[in-house]
């Protein structure tokens, strides 16, 4: 599977990267060499194959619906690099 | 006195039992030899030494008292994936900065409660994705070995590469460390050392920075199988904060290593016969087979057909999983922030900046991957050929009770040997990523010297939570292969 330029800018946008030109053609053609080795997959037969979804057999675990933990916002907001009043600061999104 | 960094974990345990010497003074002669040496090998990013000596100083309180945990005044050095509270932790990345978290690891937390103490945070490749500990935001960690009569700088595999390091140079008695596709058995085969991977769910994950939550697992690096058993029975245990840890006993998996092998059937997969394999490493796994039945062991062709799938099947889940996980590192809640024009834009310049180019990488095959219209093609491919991998072990095991193989198909190569090309990196993985694929507990025991006069190990994989067997099968190997000291310390 080739990945062209313009795909290579619209994934890095969807995972919110941002990329040189330089850093788009070299992973125009890293990826595309990944994508196409990862390709061998379509060698084995899966039609009548289960994902798997779980690692290890065992169904989740419910515990009682109890607040044991909280009341500490100063510790959450405590790396934020901008915070303010047990808030996080962001840059202004509605004007 | 003799030089105490050079004890292995069960000896320095044995040594303040009888009070041949303090928790302080242990904890002391590894502080020195880290001063000494990790300027040349780049192996702690942050030591702790005040807290060092503050636990110790505790550790010799409670020996005195006849109050010592399992692992009582005992230095270890922690990988920088694991969560310290109030210490420093970063994931070797730029993007989490100067991240101090709140909290503490479960698998760190159980260490302390036995009394462990912390030497400080261990190189690792960048959010633990690399083979050879290049990745990483603080440079690379280098292996204490060098080529016979060179002067080489060495890596020590990855991504454990700073935990794996840092045992063979005695820079600790043991390291925490974590395995995603190979990361902790690989590095401890490049450094001569003994590295245990868990059955899935065996630790918990809680407070260890995410890769791929699928596969991630957390296991030690030590010197010795018997240290790798009294580590992994501290580390292991259910914990209600992670859902996909296990609630079964943790044996004494120490008391079971002298039963030895008599009788064990040990399966020797065609499958890794694979072409390119250096002739040493095809030499060993014959010595290994033959060690094993010596030791009474019987041996067994088997087939694991899938195989070859493993690799490229392990690069649509690891990236997809990881581009999920590092979605949170948003330069708004903790760690890096590049501010840009409006909120989006600064997302994209912390990203940018914050993550080096083999995460990018990944989160953007990741990201593909699970993009719309291509899921089926990829990632649920992906897992359904998971579970034929799986498939294949659950058939093996109705004929033998653990699988001998290499642990890497070559031994350590030369700082920026590998690193233009990423898919020969990936290739370091491909005998241990069928182990995560499946959910298996496996182990690397060191067996040999390559031409070069560097370690080489041999891998080990057992059925799911019987890491006793192959604990019991590591102590074999071990026993005729013995152990593989650095013979140099250059650095110092």
């Keep these: 599977m ?94 | 006195m003799t030089d105490l960094t050079k004890l292995t974990l069960s000896e320095a345990r044995d040594g303040l039992a009888e009070k041949d010497f303090s928790a302080t003074e242990l904890a002391q002669a590894h502080l020195d030899a880290i001063e000494a040496g990790n300027s040349n090998l780049n192996i702690y990013v942050l030591p702790t030494p005040d807290q060092t000596l503050a636990q110790a100083k505790v550790s010799d309180q409670r020996i005195a008292k006849g109050e010592a945990g399992r692992l009582e005044g005992l230095p270890l050095g922690i990988k920088d994936l694991f969560c310290t509270r109030g210490v420093r932790t970063t ?89 995603t596709g190979g990361s902790i058995r690989q590095p401890a085969a490049l450094t001569g050392t003994v590295g245990v991977k868990p059955t899935y769910g065996r630790c918990s994950r809680f407070g260890i920075v995410a890769f791929a939550s699928s596969l991630d697992q957390a296991g030690p690096i030590t010197k010795t199988v018997r240290d790798g058993a009294l580590m992994l029975k501290v580390m292991a245990g259910h914990d209600p904060k992670d859902s996909t840890s296990v609630d079964a006993d943790v044996p004494d998996y120490e008391a079971g290593l002298g039963a030895g092998v008599k009788g064990l059937r040990v399966g020797v997969p065609k499958e890794y016969r694979i072409e390119g394999m250096s002739e040493e490493v095809a030499k060993l796994w014959e010595q290994g087979i033959a060690w094993l039945k010596d030791a009474g062991a019987s041996i067994h062709d088997i087939s694991l057909p899938h195989t070859k799938y493993a690799l490229p099947a392990y690069y649509i889940i690891a990236p997809a999983e990881a581009s999920s996980n590092l979605a949170r590192y948003d330069g708004v809640r903790y760690g890096l922030r590049v501010p840009g024009k409006n909120l989006i834009d600064t997302y994209e310049e912390t990203r940018s900046a914050g993550f080096g180019d083999e995460v990018k990488r990944r989160v953007l095959i990741g990201t593909y991957v699970l993009s719309a219209g291509y899921y089926d093609a990829y990632y649920l491919k992906a897992q359904k050929v998971r579970t034929l991998i799986k498939g294949d072990f659950d058939a093996a095991w109705e004929t033998v009770d653990v699988v001998l193989t290499p642990t890497t198909p070559s031994p350590a190569f030369a700082i920026g040997e590998k690193s233009g090309d990423p898919l020969q990196m990936y290739l370091e993985d491909i005998f241990t990523v069928t182990v995560n694929m499946a959910g298996l507990p496996g182990i690397s025991v060191p067996a040999g010297l390559s031409f070069e006069g560097t370690p080489l190990g041999l891998q080990l994989i057992g059925k799911p939570f019987d890491e006793a067997t192959l604990l019991r099968a590591g102590q074999a190997i071990e026993d005729a292969a013995g152990r593989f000291p650095v013979p140099k310390r250059w650095w110092v």
């Design chain 1, 2 to 95: 080739h990945v062209d330029e313009a795909t290579v800018r619209r994934i890095a946008h969807l995972a919110r990267i941002k990329i040189t030109d330089e850093e788009a053609a070299g992973l125009e053609s890293e990826l595309s060499a990944i994508l196409d080795w990862v390709e061998q997959l379509d060698e084995v037969d899966t039609a009548t194959v289960e994902p798997m979804i779980r690692v290890v057999p065992i169904s989740l675990k419910q515990r009682e619906d109890v607040v044991k933990d909280g009341e500490k916002a100063d510790e959450i907001v405590a790396n934020a690099p901008m915070s303010k009043d047990d808030f996080f600061v962001v840059p202004k999104v509605v004007e």
């Design chain 2, 91 to 179: 994931a070797c990345s730029k993007i989490l900065d100067d991240f101090k978290p709140t909290y503490e690891s479960s698998v760190t937390q159980n260490l302390w409660n036995a009394g462990a103490v912390m030497l400080g945070k261990l190189n690792n490749d960048e959010f633990a994705m690399g083979s050879s500990n290049e990745s990483s935001a603080f440079g690379p960690a280098v292996n204490p070995w060098r080529r016979a009569g060179s002067d080489d700088k060495l890596v020590p595999g990855g991504s454990s590469g700073g935990s794996a390091a840092a045992v063979a140079a005695d820079l600790c008695l043991a390291a925490t460390a974590t395995d």
